[in-house]
């Protein structure tokens, strides 16, 4: 069984950065498919990014697009998401997921199929 741990939430000034870090235990990163999805109070979880193990392949959302980059260190079965130029809308808790099988990283994204594990999420909050 796999089991995913977010950490590097936090407050932040508009325009700061932070990474997060979603480390596994139980199964190797290698095995599954990651993305970073995001949620606010009162809306659904949304998909950030999202990245193929087979061919690196990524996606992301037009809102973070140039701005986030997701990665992965399989040495230490642990993916990131590094925000820059972070913007107050960016705001949420964002929670690390896998799945067995993937599409492209877009559908994994828009939770096509359905994600098979997810972390318990770690709060950003982006504010003056």
């Known amino acids: 069984q796999l089991q995913l741990a977010e950490s590097g939430g936090g407050v932040v000034q508009p325009g700061g950065s932070l990474r997060l870090s979603c480390t596994a235990s139980g199964l190797s990163l290698n095995a599954v498919h990651m993305g970073w999805f995001r949620q606010v109070p009162g809306k659904i979880r949304e998909g950030v990014s999202c990245?193929?193990?087979?061919?690196?392949?990524?996606y992301y959302s037009d809102p973070i697009k140039g701005r986030f980059t997701i990665s992965k260190d399989a040495a230490k079965n642990t993916i990131y998401l590094q925000m820059d130029s972070l913007k107050p809308e960016d705001s949420g808790v964002y929670y690390c997921?896998?799945?067995?099988?993937?599409?492209?990283?877009?559908?994994?994204?828009?939770?096509?199929?359905?994600?098979?594990?997810w972390g318990k999420g770690t709060q950003v909050t982006v504010s003056s």
């Open positions: 990245v193929s193990s087979v061919d690196g392949r990524t």
């Open positions: 997921a896998a799945v067995h099988e993937i599409v492209t990283p877009q559908m994994m994204c828009a939770q096509i199929p359905e994600i098979d594990y």
